[in-house]
């Protein structure tokens, strides 16, 4: 399965980043984690249901000095996958 998610809040300069990528490396999950430029954290990714089920817990809850207002959250196709390699940061702003 591969979800994009779009956590909304005060989520960057908390280390979120960091956070989703510990937390999804540690499910065995694929994909990536990046700042976007209207101040929101995208993620996508790739793996098991229920590993999938704790990484959404784990971006409602987010990192100690983040505050989570919304995680809007999308079914993709699993052809989105097919390039998706061990869960990394992307982007350096």
């Known amino acids: 399965m591969v979800l994009h ?4 809040g005060r989520v960057q300069g908390v ?3 960091w956070f989703v990528q510990r937390e999804a490396s540690e499910l065995d999950l ?5 700042n976007t430029e209207d101040g929101d954290v995208e993620v996508v990714a790739a ?5 999938l089920a704790e990484l959404r817990a784990s971006l409602r809850r987010g990192p100690r000095g983040s ?3 919304h ?4 079914y993709l196709d699993e052809s989105e996958a097919a390039d998706l390699k061990s ?3 992307e982007g350096a702003w």
Do not use: T
């Open 5 to 8: 998610f779009l956590v909304k």
């Open 15 to 17: 280390g979120f980043r």
């Open 30 to 34: 694929r994909g990536w984690v990046r």
């Open 47 to 51: 793996g098991d249901v229920d590993d």
């Open 67 to 69: 505050r989570v207002d």
């Open 71 to 74: 995680v809007i959250e999308h």
């Open 87 to 89: 869960f990394r940061i």
